[in-house]
Nanobody
Framework: QVQLVESGGGSVQAGGSLTLSCVSSEDIPAGYCMGWFRQAPGKERAGVASMRSHTGSTYYEKSVKGRFTISQASVENTLYLQMNNLKPEDTAMYYC???????????????????????WGQGTQVTVSS
């Protein structure tokens, strides 16, 4: 099981920026999906951005497209989520996830589902005030 540790959450005002980091205990081989999810109180966990490891192909959920950027620093085994122009509705616990139990080279350029991922971090809280 891959260990994932997120950091970088915090409290910001609307319009501000945060960068989330997710350090993996080992390299995620090329072709496997990696993603960022978020869960607000009373809501289901949902994918906001995803990418295929080591390929650069990305996907963004409509509400974050143009504001969030998912990227990977391969040497550091780190997945990032740069979040700009944050809005109060972005307030949630953010989780990174990686799929390593199959589906290599599967399509990640769509809204990925919680059920597709077998490795999860503990989450980092993002709070955006108006």
């Amino acid at each position: 099981q891959v260990q994932l540790v997120e950091s970088g959450g915090g409290s910001v005002q609307a319009g501000g920026s945060l960068t989330l980091s997710c350090v993996s205990s080992e390299d995620i081989p090329a072709g496997y999906c990696m993603g960022w999810f978020r869960q607000a109180p009373g809501k289901e966990r949902a994918g906001v951005a995803s990418m295929r490891s080591h390929t650069g192909s990305t996907y963004y959920e409509k509400s974050v497209k143009g504001r969030f950027t998912i990227s990977q620093a391969s040497v550091e085994n780190t997945l990032y989520l740069q979040m700009n122009n944050l809005k109060p509705e972005d307030t949630a616990m953010y989780y990174c996830a990686a799929r390593t139990d199959g589906g290599r080279w599967a399509d990640c350029q769509r809204q990925v589902r919680v059920s597709e991922f077998n490795n999860w971090g503990q989450g980092t809280q993002v709070t955006v005030s108006s």
